[in-house]
Nanobody, 114 residues
Framework: VQLQASGGGLVQSGGSLRLSCAASGSIFRNNVMGWYRQVPGKERKLVATITSSGLTNYIDSVKGRFTVSVDNAWNTVYLQMTSLKPEDTAVYYC?????????WGQGTQVTVSS
């Protein structure tokens, strides 16, 4: 499975960005896709996930501001980010989990200026 993330960039506080991550290869229908983020010197942390049954999970700090979704083919996961804050600045990684394995995209930088 290969994951290709895109959509990061520089945005002012209060702005919006949408991240995309396209999965290719042997995609299993029963999976979990999502987004994590990492700042320098700290561990990678969960931001949001969505299961193949449509259940979503968010960390408290992004609830009401971020929305995770997938396309109908279940091979692209999105993260719509609104009301962005400087503390959202990080490298964002998409993640795909299925059949006991986990795969990561290459990471995309999101920078929110104050």
């Amino acid at each position: 499975v290969q994951l290709q993330a895109s959509g990061g960039g520089l945005v002012q506080s209060g702005g919006s960005l949408r991240l995309s991550c396209a999965a290719s290869g042997s995609i299993f229908r029963n999976n979990v896709m999502g987004w994590y983020r990492q700042v320098p010197g700290k561990e990678r942390k969960l931001v949001a996930t969505i299961t193949s049954s449509g259940l979503t999970n968010y960390i408290d700090s992004v609830k009401g501001r971020f929305t995770v979704s997938v396309d109908n083919a279940w091979n692209t996961v999105y993260l719509q980010m609104t009301s962005l804050k400087p503390e959202d600045t990080a490298v964002y990684y998409c993640n795909y989990q299925a059949q006991g394995s986990a795969y990561w995209g290459q990471g995309t930088q999101v920078t929110v200026s104050s």
